[in-house]
């Protein structure tokens, strides 16, 4: 399966941004999708994970309540949709596939994509 993820750029603060994850080589409704980030200096970090289903999502502390993952699994396509952006949000943000149960652990994750800039000014 690959990850294709879109949707990053250069905002103010207090912005929106929505990132997409579009899934091929397989049905996206077969996987567990995460979104993790990683800032500069700093290592990877979880920001949010939903069910096979869309059912159930979670949220890493720093995001909760002004970040959304949903996903549309007739587009094969998963999103983060980025409310009141901060300065501190600047990162590479990856999607991230995985066959496993809902996990807060990027190495429980083995397809990734290549990554979408997101850099929040201040």
């Known amino acids: 399966v690959q990850l294709q993820a879109s949707g990053g750029g250069l905002v103010q603060a207090g912005a929106c941004l929505r990132l997409s994850c579009a899934v091929s080589g397989g049905s996206s409704s077969t996987y567990t999708m995460a979104w993790f980030r990683q800032a500069p200096g700093k290592e990877r970090g979880f920001v949010s994970v939903?069910?096979?289903?869309?059912?159930?999502?979670f949220y890493a502390d720093s995001v909760k309540g002004r970040f959304t993952i949903s996903r549309d699994n007739t587009k094969n396509t998963v999103y983060l949709q980025m409310n009141s952006l901060e300065p501190e949000d600047t990162a590479v943000y990856y999607c991230?596939?995985?066959?496993?149960?809902?996990?807060?652990?990027?190495?429980?994750?083995?397809?990734w994509g290549q990554g979408t800039l997101v850099t929040v000014s201040s």
């Open positions: 991230a596939a995985g066959t496993g149960g809902i996990t807060r652990s990027w190495t429980s994750y083995p397809y």
């Open positions: 939903i069910t096979r289903s869309g059912s159930r999502d």
